[in-house]
Structure formats: structure tokens, C-alpha cells
């Protein structure tokens, strides 16, 4: 098991930031990518943005591109989310996952899936207000 512990969700304005990071211990077996998902009430779970761990390649939802920023420190096992001019409408959970395999990163998929052995967070909440 791999545990991911999430941190940083909280209370916005619209037009502010927020930095949200996951940090994962316990490593049984190598993690290719790390990526961030969010889910809204009534919406399905959707992709954000994702770095793989050792070449640094990101993926960026075509919404949050320009404003959003995935980082990672792999001597810490943590992988950030810096987001800047958020919206109202992306107030969700936002959860963070890990993959060992090399599939379709920037897209929520069976790629990070638990049964292709991928691990998920608990999610952290992020509001953003009007």
C-alpha cells in the first residue's frame, strides 16, 4: 500500500491562488507518473493535470493550462498543484493519484486506475468564492 496524503484545500476568492500538495510514503514498487483529478457534486471526476516522475513531462487540462502548474520533488515524494486566477466553477475535490505505468497521462483513464496499480488520496477540498 501506498499511502498519498493530501494538504493545501481551503477557502478562496475568485481571481486568487492556491498551492495543494500530495505526498506519498511507503513505496512498494516505482511510481511513473503523479497527477491531480477533481470532482464536483452531480459531475463526473475529471483529469487536471499530471508530471511524470523521473522526465518532468506535464499534462495540462486544456481549462486550467496557462493557470495552473503541476511541480514535483521527487526526494520528497510530493507532487504539487500551484493554481492561480481560479473560478468559482472549479470549486471540487481534488484528489491526487499515482500511476506505475506509461499510458494516457492526461486523461482520467484505467491508466491510474487501482487495478492497474495505481494509488488515489482522500481528496482535499477547494472553494472558491464569488
Known amino acids: 500500500q501506498v499511502p498519498l496524503v493530501e494538504s493545501g484545500g481551503g477557502l478562496v476568492q475568485a481571481g486568487g491562488s492556491l498551492r495543494l500538495s500530495c505526498a506519498a510514503s511507503?513505496?512498494?514498487?516505482?511510481?511513473?507518473?503523479m497527477g491531480w483529478f477533481r470532482q464536483t457534486p452531480g459531475k463526473e471526476r475529471e483529469f487536471v493535470a499530471s508530471i511524470t516522475w523521473s522526465g518532468g513531462t506535464t499534462y495540462y487540462a486544456a481549462s486550467v493550462k496557462g493557470r495552473f502548474t503541476i511541480s514535483r520533488d521527487n526526494a520528497k515524494n510530493t507532487v504539487y498543484l500551484q493554481m492561480n486566477s481560479l473560478k468559482p466553477e472549479e470549486t471540487a475535490v481534488y484528489y491526487c493519484?499515482?500511476?506505475?505505468?506509461?499510458?494516457?497521462?492526461?486523461?482520467?483513464?484505467?491508466?491510474?486506475?487501482?487495478?492497474?496499480?495505481?494509488?488515489w488520496g482522500q481528496g482535499t477540498q477547494v472553494t472558491v468564492s464569488t
Open positions: 493519484a499515482t500511476t506505475p505505468a506509461a499510458g494516457r497521462l492526461w486523461e482520467y483513464g484505467s491508466s491510474w486506475s487501482a487495478k492497474a496499480g495505481g494509488y
Open positions: 511507503g513505496r512498494t514498487s516505482s511510481t511513473y507518473a
